[in-house]
């Protein structure tokens, strides 16, 4: 997709100067900023919400996961065809429709009446989301400088991390004021005038789309594959339990392995398919794959687990819980700045795996805590052990991707980053679901405490898999970045 303007020679275009780039860049990294924040909020703060919004409008435990999973899962599968459709209908046109889609389906989520209403909307808000954000970064790339772009990135870092720190303690406070008499709703509504906003500077400031490509396609096929499949796994390993495990559930979870072998299938078959058929081929890409999965299945599973065990077994306010996950927050800030600005470039792999174990150590301070403590244990009881856990993780996400990709060639690095974004988020929904499940398997017979301790287990059992796949990964990150 070339939109103008795209590269010094756009030299005939007004808004476009040869030293120094795009004229509104920097609106254009505004309105990605406000973008990214918008998801990185929706898609944690819900952790928190979920009792509240389960004491307002009922539903089973199940609803606590599929409020995570339906947004992480479309999400996933609509990341995978984006980018495309970026190429096809222009990337300018498909931030707009995604910002647009995203705030009225924030909207909607805050006027849900019914848990299955939510849940439809959480599900159209993950679509819409994944509609705008790939767009976004290729968007300030093309605006930028290929010598000013390093520069351009620096704020994501800290912008992100403050973000991830302030959002608990946002939707706690929301949640506990009861504004206007709303509750969790609030959570939702706040996006609606930040995506006002953004979506006036986005029509504003976003460079033009230009001529299209004109061999861009959409693999329809591959696409409807991949999503059913993906909801075939899905769905049983959330309501299985709750439903009794009838037999039709294991149909479902058999059929989905089906579904993906036909995806795998057509994919070769494609003209234009939805993966780069190349990366399946590439063992060390494949393992990355694997360590990324187990990594962010036993992360997201676990940071599930944790607000509900805060909440329901230590009898924390929305708000409490927010100021108890602090640390956990603070200390990924810190890891990953660590890891970024120095650490991650020096050790690559190494850093990986240093980050399981320091995360691992943070697992079982908790595992003892808790069993010391029982549900007597305090919000400061909890912070070191959050703490030394958020580090650990922190220095995983900075080189992670840059790690993987060092195992791809130049051509193959945009779907292979793309492709990346999809499996994280796509194994959060998992992790929501395998953990989720677990947690309220044990429960009944085990009592809070207990079940959270065996879940701390399952934690560090799914980094123990990514320990030991880490090993086949390159052992440099990938130079300059990659995303």
Same mark, same amino acid.
Request: include cysteine; charged fraction near 10%; charge should be neutral.
């Given at each position: 997709?070339?939109?103008?303007?795209?590269?010094?020679?756009?030299?005939?275009?007004?808004?476009?100067?040869?030293?120094?780039?795009?004229?509104?860049?920097?609106?254009?990294?505004?309105?990605?900023?406000?973008?990214?924040? #918008?998801? @990185?909020?929706?898609?944690?703060?819900?952790? &928190? /919400? $979920?009792?509240? =919004?389960?004491? %307002?409008?009922? *539903?089973?435990?199940?609803?606590?996961?599929?409020?995570?999973?339906?947004?992480?899962?479309?999400?996933?599968?609509?990341?995978?065809?984006?980018?495309?459709?970026?190429?096809?209908?222009?990337?300018?046109?498909?931030?707009?429709?995604?910002?647009?889609?995203?705030?009225?389906?924030?909207?909607?989520?805050?006027?849900?009446?019914?848990?299955?209403?939510?849940?439809?909307?959480?599900?159209?808000?993950?679509?819409?989301?994944?509609?705008?954000?790939?767009?976004?970064?290729?968007?300030?790339?093309?605006?930028?400088?290929?010598?000013?772009?390093?520069?351009?990135?620096?704020?994501?870092?800290?912008? #992100?991390? @403050?973000?991830?720190?302030?959002?608990?303690? &946002? /939707? $706690?406070?929301? =949640?506990?004021? %009861?504004?206007? *008499?709303?509750?969790?709703?609030?959570?939702?509504?706040?996006?609606?005038?930040?995506?006002?906003?953004?979506?006036?500077?986005?029509?504003?400031?976003?460079?033009?789309?230009?001529?299209?490509?004109?061999?861009?396609?959409?693999?329809?096929?591959?696409?409807?594959?991949?999503?059913?499949?993906?909801?075939?796994?899905?769905?049983?390993?959330?309501?299985?339990?709750?439903?009794?495990?009838?037999?039709?559930?294991?149909?479902?979870?058999?059929?989905?392995?089906?579904?993906?072998?036909?995806?795998?299938?057509?994919?070769?078959?494609?003209?234009?398919?939805?993966?780069?058929?190349?990366?399946?081929?590439?063992?060390?890409?494949?393992?990355?794959?694997?360590? &990324?999965?187990?990594?962010? =299945?036993?992360?997201?599973?676990?940071?599930?687990?944790?607000?509900?065990?805060?909440?329901?077994?230590?009898?924390?306010?929305?708000?409490?819980?927010?100021?108890?996950?602090?640390?956990?927050?603070?200390?990924?800030?810190?890891?990953?700045?660590?890891?970024?600005?120095?650490?991650?470039?020096?050790?690559?792999?190494?850093?990986?795996?240093?980050?399981?174990?320091?995360?691992?150590?943070?697992?079982?301070?908790?595992?003892?805590?808790?069993?010391?403590?029982?549900?007597?244990?305090?919000?400061?009881?909890?912070?070191?052990?959050?703490?030394?856990?958020?580090?650990?993780?922190?220095?995983?996400?900075?080189?992670?991707?840059?790690?993987?990709?060092?195992?791809?060639?130049?051509?193959?690095?945009?779907?292979?980053?793309?492709?990346?974004?999809?499996?994280?988020?796509?194994?959060?929904?998992?992790?929501?679901?395998?953990?989720?499940?677990?947690?309220?398997?044990?429960?009944?017979?085990?009592?809070?405490?207990?079940?959270?301790?065996?879940?701390?287990?399952?934690?560090?059992?799914?980094?123990?898999?990514?320990?030991?796949?880490?090993?086949?990964?390159?052992?440099?990150?990938?130079?300059?970045?990659?995303?």
């Amino acid at each position: 997709m070339a939109y103008a303007p795209t590269s010094p020679e756009s030299t005939t275009d007004p808004l476009w100067a040869e030293d120094t780039g795009y004229r509104w860049r920097w609106a254009v990294l505004a309105v990605v900023l406000i973008a990214d924040v #918008m998801d @990185l909020l929706d898609a944690t703060i819900a952790n &928190l /919400a $979920g009792p509240s =919004i389960r004491g %307002d409008i009922g *539903g089973g435990e199940s609803t606590l996961q599929w409020i995570l999973a339906a947004y992480t899962l479309t999400f996933a599968v609509g990341l995978v065809t984006a980018a495309r459709l970026g190429d096809i209908v222009g990337r300018r046109r498909m931030f707009l429709i995604g910002m647009a889609g995203f705030t009225l389906a924030s909207l909607a989520c805050g006027l849900a009446p019914s848990a299955g209403f939510l849940i439809g909307a959480r599900a159209v808000q993950g679509l819409f989301g994944a509609a705008m954000i790939p767009q976004g970064f290729a968007m300030v790339k093309a605006s930028f400088l290929e010598k000013d772009l390093q520069r351009a990135f620096i704020p994501f870092g800290p912008i #992100m991390g @403050l973000a991830a720190v302030v959002g608990p303690i &946002l /939707a $706690g406070f929301l =949640i506990d004021a %009861d504004l206007f *008499g709303h509750g969790w709703r609030m959570i939702f509504w706040v996006n609606v005038p930040v995506g006002i906003v953004g979506l006036y500077i986005a029509a504003r400031y976003l460079p033009r789309d230009g001529s299209h490509e004109p061999d861009a396609r959409l693999d329809t096929l591959g696409a409807l594959l991949l999503t059913v499949a993906s909801v075939l796994l899905i769905y049983p390993l959330v309501q299985g339990r709750e439903q009794g495990w009838p037999w039709w559930m294991f149909a479902m979870l058999a059929l989905s392995v089906v579904t993906f072998a036909v995806f795998a299938i057509s994919e070769r078959r494609s003209q234009h398919p939805v993966i780069e058929p190349t990366l399946f081929r590439n063992p060390r890409f494949l393992s990355g794959i694997v360590f &990324l999965g187990a990594f962010f =299945i036993a992360m997201t599973g676990f940071n599930l687990t944790s607000n509900l065990f805060i909440q329901y077994g230590m009898h924390y306010t929305p708000m409490e819980t927010g100021l108890t996950m602090i640390p956990l927050a603070l200390g990924i800030s810190v890891g990953a700045a660590l890891s970024g600005a120095w650490l991650g470039p020096k050790f690559g792999r190494l850093m990986l795996h240093a980050g399981l174990g320091i995360s691992a150590v943070g697992l079982l301070l908790m595992w003892w805590s808790v069993g010391h403590w029982d549900l007597a244990i305090t919000g400061w009881d909890l912070a070191p052990s959050f703490a030394v856990m958020g580090i650990g993780m922190g220095l995983i996400f900075a080189p992670l991707f840059d790690v993987i990709l060092a195992a791809l060639s130049d051509r193959e690095v945009g779907s292979g980053s793309g492709l990346l974004n999809a499996v994280q988020q796509f194994s959060g929904a998992l992790g929501v679901a395998i953990l989720g499940s677990a947690f309220f398997h044990w429960l009944p017979a085990q009592g809070y405490a207990t079940a959270i301790r065996w879940l701390i287990i399952a934690t560090i059992a799914g980094f123990a898999v990514a320990f030991a796949i880490g090993f086949t990964l390159p052992r440099k990150a990938r130079e300059g970045g990659a995303h």
